[in-house]
């Protein structure tokens, strides 16, 4: 007849095998998966100090939205290692933020955008490392948009 407990040491050692399979696995995610998931990319010594930077005006009126202008220049045209280091400047009175349309990340600077609104007289600084295009905005201010296009340099 069978009993209902087992004798078998079979049921211990199965428990022992499963917790020693996920200290295992806690190890070498925390040892090896994390630090190189967030190891940034090696660039170039040329585009993380490029020759010149760009600065980008967010002009005075640039709340109203019967101005015409906002951000000065609209549309750059950007090299990395030449000029890949982007200044925005609030020459506004009022706060304004650079937004991107639609979400972008370059693998070595992060998220592009500013985190926060950027008040009269203060900056925000972008790295650009990858060549892309952004189209951005002021999020108070939908009708001020600008537009980014970054590429390697031509020579």
Partial sequence: ???????????????????VGISVSIIFYQMYYLP??????????HILNPIEQTNISMIPGSANPDQQDSFIPKL???QLGIDNHVIWINDDDTPHTVTP??????????????S?????????????????????????HP???GT???????F
Avoid at 37 to 44: D, E, L, Q, Y
Avoid at 148 to 154: E, N, Y
Wanted: hydrophobic share 40%; net charge negative.
């Fill in 1 to 19: 007849m069978l009993s209902s407990q087992s004798s078998s040491h079979v049921y211990g050692i199965g428990i022992i095998t499963i917790m």
């Fill in 36 to 45: 190189e998931s967030f190891i940034k990319p090696a660039v170039a010594e």
């Fill in 76 to 78: 750059v045209n950007i």
């Fill in 101 to 114: 349309d639609h979400s972008i990340a370059d693998s070595y600077s992060g998220p592009f955008g500013s």
């Fill in 116 to 140: 926060g609104v950027i008040k009269a007289g203060e900056k925000y600084e972008f790295l650009f490392t990858e060549s892309l295009e952004i189209e951005y905005h002021c999020e108070p």
């Fill in 143 to 145: 009708w001020m948009t």
């Fill in 148 to 154: 980014l296009i970054v590429t390697k340099q031509r």
